[in-house]
C-alpha cells in the first residue's frame, strides 16, 4: 500500500476521503480533534500544489439531505483552522460540483457535502462510485474511522482511480496497530473494558495470543467474575457467555499469561449518579450495580502496567459520563502515562476519556477509530485498507 509521499500532486484533482464525522452544538463544530488529526495529509497535498478534494460523512441521515447533517460548519471550522477559505460544496456529486473542483487552483481546497445524503454511499452502488470518481486524478484515504466500512467513497470508487494511496493519518493508525500485532517492544500488556464481552469477544480471543498481559474491566469485567464464582449484585452479566469468560480465564492460566479482573468496586444502587457510591470487594452485594473500578483495583492494575513496554487500551473502566464513576478511567490514563511504555488507545469512549483528561498529548497513540481499530485486532481485513493494495 503507498503513502501520498509517494504520489506526484501538483496540479491533480487529489480526493481525499476524511473521517469529518465530528460532534456538533448549536451549529458549530463541538470537537475538532478529527479534523485536526487529518491536517498533515491535508497540509502535504497543498503544499506540493495539488487541488484537494475532501469527502467525508457527518451522522446517519439515511441517505437523505438533512440540513442538521450539512458538512457547512465543518467547512467553517475547517477555513478557520487552515487560514484560508475552504467553500462548501452544495452535492459530492453531479456537474456542479465537478465544475468546482476543475476551477480549483493549486493548494487550494474544496469540502463535497456530505457523502451520506446519498444512499449509494453506504450501499457501494456502482454509479454513485463512479461518480464520485470522476473528480479523482488521486484517491487518498486518511479516514482510518471508516476503514471497515466497504462503502462508495472507500471502496467502491478506488477501482476507478489510477492512483491510489494511503494518508498520513492512515499510515499512522496501521503502524502502530500493526506494530502490536507483529512486533511489539514486550511486555505487552492490553486494558480491557466496556459495557459487552460480545462486543470485543473476537478481539479478546486474538489479543490473548500476543500479548503477555491482559487487565480487563468495565461491566465486561462482570461476565468474566460470575466466572469465576463472584458475586456482582444487579450489574450486566452475559449469561450465555460466563463459559467462554471461562475458558479465556483457562486459557491464559495454561498459556502463562497475566489476567487480572477487579478485586473491588465502586458500586450504587443507581446507574444515573443519583445514589451514593460504595466501595465493596471482594463481591458486589444484591442490588447494587457495579459502576467502576475501586481503589485497589486501580492500584493493581497501575503496578501490572508499571511492567509492561508496549500497552494497548480500549474501553472505560466504568461509566465514566458521570463524574462519580469516572475515577477508575481516570486512573487508567494517569497509569498508561507513569508506565513510560509505548502507549496505544483504541478509539471510542477511551480515547474521549483521554481527550477529557487533557493528558491526550503524553499517549502515544489515540486511535480515531472505534470499530475500524477493534476489527483491525480481531485480525480481519479492512475493506478500506484491502481496496489501496496494489
Known amino acids: 500500500m503507498r503513502v501520498i509521499t509517494e504520489l506526484k500532486l501538483s496540479g491533480k484533482r487529489t480526493f481525499v476521503r476524511v473521517d469529518f464525522n465530528v460532534p456538533l452544538h448549536e451549529g458549530r463544530v463541538a470537537d475538532s480533534t478529527r479534523i485536526q488529526a487529518s491536517f498533515p495529509t491535508i497540509r502535504y497535498a497543498m503544499e506540493q500544489g495539488a487541488r484537494v478534494v475532501l469527502a467525508s460523512h457527518l451522522g446517519r441521515p439515511k441517505g437523505k439531505r438533512v440540513p442538521e447533517a450539512s458538512l457547512a460548519p465543518v467547512a467553517d471550522e475547517l477555513s478557520r483552522l487552515i487560514g484560508q477559505?475552504?467553500?462548501?460544496?452544495?452535492?459530492?456529486?453531479?456537474?456542479?460540483?465537478?465544475?468546482?473542483?476543475?476551477?480549483?487552483?493549486?493548494?487550494?481546497?474544496?469540502?463535497l457535502e456530505n457523502l451520506r445524503f446519498h444512499p449509494g454511499e453506504e450501499k457501494n452502488d456502482p454509479e454513485f462510485a463512479q461518480a464520485l470518481a470522476r473528480l479523482a486524478d488521486v484517491y487518498v484515504n486518511d479516514a482510518f474511522g471508516t476503514a471497515h466500512r466497504a462503502h462508495a467513497s472507500t471502496v467502491g470508487m478506488v477501482a476507478h482511480v489510477r492512483e491510489k494511496a494511503a494518508g498520513l493519518l492512515m499510515q499512522r493508525e496501521c503502524t502502530y496497530l500493526s506494530k502490536i500485532l507483529h512486533?511489539?517492544?514486550?511486555?505487552?500488556?492490553?486494558?480491557?473494558?466496556?459495557?459487552?464481552?460480545?462486543?470485543?469477544l473476537a478481539v479478546l480471543e486474538n489479543l490473548l495470543r500476543v500479548v503477555d498481559g491482559l487487565l480487563i474491566g468495565g461491566a465486561m469485567a462482570y461476565t468474566f467474575l460470575r466466572a469465576k464464582g463472584v458475586p456482582v449484585g444487579a450489574s450486566r452479566v452475559e449469561s450465555e457467555l460466563i463459559d467462554t469468560a471461562g475458558r479465556l480465564i483457562a486459557q491464559a492460566r495454561t498459556t502463562g499469561k497475566e489476567l487480572l479482573l477487579p478485586v473491588d468496586h465502586r458500586a450504587s444502587t443507581a446507574l444515573d449518579g443519583s445514589a451514593p457510591v460504595q466501595v465493596v470487594s471482594p463481591g458486589i452485594p444484591d442490588g447494587m450495580y457495579g459502576v467502576d473500578i475501586g481503589p485497589?483495583?486501580?492500584?493493581?492494575?497501575?503496578?501490572?502496567?508499571?511492567?509492561?513496554?508496549?500497552?494497548?487500551?480500549?474501553?472505560?473502566?466504568?461509566?465514566?459520563?458521570?463524574?462519580?464513576?469516572?475515577?477508575g478511567t481516570m486512573a487508567m490514563v494517569d497509569a498508561l502515562i507513569a508506565s513510560g511504555a509505548t502507549t496505544v488507545v483504541g478509539g471510542g469512549d477511551s480515547a474521549a476519556a483521554v481527550m477529557r483528561s487533557g493528558k491526550a498529548d503524553q499517549i502515544s497513540h489515540v486511535s480515531t477509530g472505534g470499530g475500524a481499530t477493534l476489527e483491525f485486532l480481531e485480525g480481519r481485513t479492512l475493506p478500506g485498507l484491502a481496496a489501496l493494495e496494489d
Open 296 to 327: 485497589q483495583t486501580e492500584q493493581t492494575y497501575a503496578a501490572a502496567l508499571q511492567k509492561a513496554r508496549t500497552i494497548f487500551w480500549n474501553g472505560p473502566m466504568g461509566i465514566f459520563e458521570v463524574e462519580a464513576f469516572s475515577h
Open 183 to 200: 512486533a511489539p517492544e514486550r511486555p505487552l500488556y492490553a486494558l480491557l473494558g466496556g459495557a459487552k464481552v460480545s462486543d470485543k
Open 85 to 111: 477559505d475552504v467553500p462548501l460544496a452544495p452535492d459530492c456529486i453531479g456537474p456542479e460540483v465537478e465544475a468546482m473542483v476543475q476551477a480549483l487552483a493549486p493548494g487550494g481546497v474544496l469540502l
